[in-house]
């Protein structure tokens, strides 16, 4: 790819003349100006646009990238989380690619590559135009992009062998790292770090993160994320009901529990659940 972006802007304005509504490619005029430089202007794009071709996840997932390119974290972060509420609902495929391609501006190279792993589960057509987007160029320096790229752009035959690639553990393995990840997590507890990633509890119990991954996914059943935030929502059950923390607001409890953000927290708490945060408290008080 020769990232020529100015030559690449007089050709997408080019096309845009003769079809000012071809929403793709405003798309990839936003990613060229945020190869550029340019986060203002993608921030300021969709603002002259008919509303009608303006899809609004397309919108929050530019914007949010525009944060990301500019480091203001705050507003990224912001972001971040509307797009994992909105990669929760049953069209959420379009956030989802969103998702790959914030954590990896942002330099989340966990929880990027679980966004694929995801979307190859998924069959998701967008993760393979997303994938190379020039954005996440810092990704290809993880040994994971390659890995990763050899499987969503092989062809059959190379499908075929992945099928019947050896498993990462065996079954012996699989059962002493089992019980050593639940024994860690029950007196460590280290889901209370926010900032825990796959890769940090991977070394705390001396595997590598592929075969972390692997046992999680393959074992129990649940991804990295969906493992981590059962325990802090079992965690956050437990000190709800704790007068010593009567004293806490709700959210401050969810923090307490290992959760850095609202959103995130009640969505996984309705998932597991069924219900939000406020019912079960009022449940609990009612008893």
């Not at 009567?246 to 409890?253: D, P, Q, S, V």
Request: net charge negative; hydrophobic share 35%.
């Amino acid at each position: 790819m020769l990232e020529d972006y100015n030559t690449s802007l007089e050709q997408l304005d080019s096309c845009l003349k003769q079809n000012p509504k071809n929403i793709p490619v405003h798309t990839v005029k936003c990613h060229c100006l945020l190869k550029m430089g340019r986060g203002d202007e993608v921030l300021h794009y969709f603002d002259d646009m008919p509303s009608d071709i303006v899809d609004p996840i397309n919108k929050l997932g530019i914007s949010g990238l525009a944060y990301a390119v500019m480091k203001d974290s705050k507003n990224a972060a912001t972001s971040l989380n509307q797009l994992l509420e909105a990669a929760n609902s049953p069209d959420g495929f379009n956030a989802e690619s969103y998702l790959f391609l914030m954590y990896g501006v942002m330099g989340d190279n966990d929880h990027a590559f679980e966004c694929v792993r995801q979307g190859m589960e998924k069959k998701s057509s967008l993760l393979l135009l997303r994938y190379p987007d020039p954005l996440v160029d810092v990704l290809k320096n993880d040994p994971r992009y390659a890995e990763y790229h050899k499987i969503l752009y092989q062809t059959q035959e190379g499908i075929e062998k992945t099928k019947k690639k050896k498993e990462l553990l065996d079954e012996a393995t699989v059962k002493t790292y089992t019980a050593l990840l639940l024994k860690h997590i029950h007196e460590v507890k280290p889901f209370l770090d926010p900032d825990l990633s796959l890769r940090s509890l991977a070394e705390q119990i001396d595997i590598h993160p592929n075969q972390l991954s692997w046992l999680l996914n393959e074992g129990m059943g649940k991804n990295f994320n969906e493992f981590i935030n059962h325990d802090r929502i079992e965690y956050f059950k437990q000190i709800s009901k704790d007068p010593g923390k009567a004293h806490l607001t709700l959210i401050g409890l969810a923090y307490e529990s290992g959760f850095n953000s609202k959103t995130v927290f009640n969505t996984y708490f309705k998932k597991e659940t069924g219900m939000t945060p406020k019912e079960f408290m009022k449940k609990g008080s009612s008893v």
